[in-house]
């Protein structure tokens, strides 16, 4: 069973449309991010959500929009692709840290998605 | 600030041992972890530090200085499928904030 899964893996749409990625997990965590990789592999958090709530919001665009219908699912919408969007987006939950013995984050296997 | 320092890119070859360094320079710390990233694929976790010290597992080894704002992912008996991407990751206000990572090459 895969813990956190996200569909779709590929994605490849072009400029202007409306997208969207979905994750889920069955760990169980209260807390679900999505951070986003660039082409020179720097992971930055997105959003983060806790219970359905939403907790961070880094400096995004609005174009972005998290929903949480439950804590098991974070989907990620984004409006207006544009070229600079293209990235892999990796969805990630996680319980409370706690110290010395949590394992952190679980991440899916990410979303490699390009805007032509 | 929240810079987070590690190497680019280091090399090695099979069955040697490799030290990759992370220096950060965060307020509100609350732990040090090391993630792996093969190429195409998702992070996993290494480890976590939280106190001062070394933790060991197995080939992997992970050292953390909180006064010096440095850490060290050790790596001993270096094997071919250790080539990867290493992110060092900051623990700091509920999220993790993650270096640019250090892609290592290990060759036979």
């Known amino acids: 069973d895969t813990a956190v899964s996200q569909t779709p893996k590929y994605l490849v749409t072009q400029m202007g449309n409306d997208k969207s990625i979905k994750c889920e997990q069955n760990?169980?965590?209260?807390?679900m991010y999505w951070y986003k990789q660039d082409s020179k592999k720097f992971l930055k958090i997105m959003f983060s959500?806790?219970?359905?709530?939403?907790?961070i919001n880094e400096t995004v665009p609005n174009r972005f929009s998290p929903k949480s219908p439950d804590k098991a699912h974070l989907n990620l919408h984004i409006n207006s692709l544009e070229l600079g969007d293209s990235a892999v987006y990796f969805c990630?939950?996680?319980?409370?840290?706690?110290?010395?013995?949590?394992?952190?984050?679980?991440f899916g296997s990410g979303t490699r998605l390009t805007v032509v | 600030g929240q810079n987070i320092d590690q190497p680019t890119e280091m090399t090695a070859t099979e069955g040697a041992i490799v030290q990759i360094n992370c220096t950060y320079q965060?307020?509100?710390?609350?732990?040090l972890f090391w993630y792996q990233q093969h190429a195409g694929e998702a992070p996993t976790f290494l480890s976590y530090?939280?106190?001062?010290g070394l933790e060991e597992k197995g080939r992997f080894s992970s050292f953390l200085s909180r006064s010096k704002g440095y850490s060290y992912l050790l790596l001993k008996e270096l094997q071919m499928k250790d080539s990867a991407s290493y992110l060092c990751?900051?623990?700091?206000?509920?999220?993790?904030?993650f270096g640019t990572g250090t892609r290592l090459q290990v060759f036979p």
């Open positions: 959500y806790n219970n359905k709530e939403l907790i």
């Open positions: 530090n939280v106190l001062d």
């Open positions: 965060t307020s509100g710390f609350n732990g």
């Open positions: 760990l169980g965590h209260d807390t």
């Open positions: 990751a900051d623990y700091n206000t509920d999220k993790l904030i």
């Open positions: 990630a939950s996680s319980q409370e840290i706690e110290v010395q013995g949590n394992y952190g984050y679980t």
